[in-house]
């Protein structure tokens, strides 16, 4: 099969691999339809994740199941699904509290005994070996472990486009609002336009916000973000965002900050600390913006990707103003059958920030083009 396969940094290339096969009875086998390029696949592409060996990438994908194993009895060939980027049991301590991306499972890790280490990180698709290893869905197939718990059948009425984002970039922004538990009536500023963020501003308007901002430095991204998030922006190359949000808020502060650009917010220091394992300051600015522009007592929460350990965490904002503070990768399967329900029913529309719908076979220049930020480019699908 045709498959886009990481070789090393900035180098990506669609090209032939062996197809992928059942290798235990709770996997299935699926004919991708559509998958998309995320922010996170340029963290690999741009070498801030390390990936040794040659390695399929795409975690968001969906398409028609082609084969089941004996132990995966709620879906059957032929059926429609869209596919979890988490790859979770279903069935282990962390997967029964509904926090998927902690299944002691899908990553094993092992201690200098040889014994199990439990819950040692996420298993995502096509996510370097740090993360399990497994091939990913920029692929005509992809191989879906624990297939009895992941992939959710699609109504026929919707269509790829309308659902895809199901995968990941939906829910994951729909974590950054339900994580700080809006009551109904708050500001919450998003920092970062790109697809995340956009999902994130459309969750924060359906869990209740009565103000949302988006930050970018990116112009046609925050125009982007005005017509299909109808948000507030603010270009943080033109103005002191956190000057601009507190102006906003009577000098108060948004209720709640987003982080949703996380690592690549400052990528010439990130280029120059790449292979060492300290990060300089200055590297997580938005994070200390969020610190700096949340009221006191506010909520932050992260979903922009942070890979290594900082030292210049801003402990004593923290602190002092009483932050509430909540990140990580989504818990996708948590959120996904009421997600879909919202699509259904129409109270959201996600496929308005598609800009690019290509063949498979563009996929390496589609890289470039996203990474670069060029040709107004902000979501790419990609059609094996
Ligand atoms: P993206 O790269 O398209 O978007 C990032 C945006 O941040 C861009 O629009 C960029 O212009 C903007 N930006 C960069 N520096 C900025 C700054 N200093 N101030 C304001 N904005 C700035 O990526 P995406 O697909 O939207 O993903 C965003 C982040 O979310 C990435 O870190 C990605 O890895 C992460 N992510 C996390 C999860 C999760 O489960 N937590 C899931 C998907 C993606
Ligand atoms: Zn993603
Ligand atoms: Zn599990």
Excluded at 75 to 87: E, L, W
Excluded at 284 to 308: I, P, S
Aim: glycine share 10%; with cysteine.
């Amino acid at each position: 099969m045709k498959a886009l396969v990481f070789h090393k940094p900035k180098d990506v290339r669609v090209e032939t691999v062996e197809d992928p096969r059942i290798e235990d009875k709770r996997d299935a086998i699926i004919r991708v339809t559509s998958t998309a390029i995320c922010g996170s696949d340029l963290h690999i592409y741009n070498g801030m994740f390390p990936q040794p060996r040659n390695m399929v990438l795409g975690h968001e994908f969906m398409g028609i199941v082609e084969e089941v194993g004996s132990g995966v009895g709620n879906i059957k060939k032929g059926d429609r699904v869209v596919v979890p980027f988490p790859i979770a049991c279903g069935h282990c301590h962390f997967c029964d509290m509904e926090l998927p991306t902690h299944c002691e499972n899908s990553n094993p890790h092992y201690g200098p005994e040889g014994a199990l280490l439990k819950g040692k990180g996420a298993a995502l698709f096509g996510y370097t070996d740090l993360y399990g290893g497994y091939n990913g869905g920029q692929a005509e197939y992809v191989r879906v472990p624990y297939a009895d718990y992941g992939p959710r059948k699609v109504p026929d009425t919707l269509t790829d486009d309308q659902i895809l984002f199901m995968t990941d970039i939906f829910p994951t922004g729909w974590s950054a609002i339900d994580w700080a538990q809006l009551k109904g009536g708050e500001t919450v500023a998003v920092f970062g336009c790109g697809p995340v963020g956009i999902m994130a501003m459309k969750s924060a308007w359906l869990q209740g916000a009565k103000r949302v901002i988006g930050i970018d430095i990116q112009p046609y991204r925050l125009d982007i973000a005005r017509k299909s998030a109808r948000v507030e922006t603010i270009n943080a190359k033109e103005a002191d965002a956190v000057e601009a949000i507190r102006e906003m808020t009577k000098g108060y502060g948004a209720d709640v900050c987003v982080d949703a650009v996380g690592m690549e917010a400052d990528r010439s220091v990130l280029e120059k600390a790449l292979n060492v394992i300290q990060l300089e300051k200055g590297t997580m600015k938005v994070l200390e913006h969020c610190f700096d522009a949340v009221r006191r007592g506010g909520t932050v929460t992260v979903v922009g990707v942070y890979g290594t350990p900082y030292d210049n965490f801003p402990l004593h904002q923290w602190f002092d103003k009483g932050i509430k503070l909540m990140g990580g990768q989504a818990w996708v399967q948590r959120y996904i059958d009421k997600l879909i329900t919202l699509v259904q029913d129409g109270k959201v529309v996600l496929d308005d920030i598609i800009t690019h719908k290509v063949p498979l076979s563009e996929a390496s220049k589609m890289y470039d083009i996203f990474n670069k930020k060029e040709d107004n480019c902000l979501k790419v699908i990609l059609k094996p």
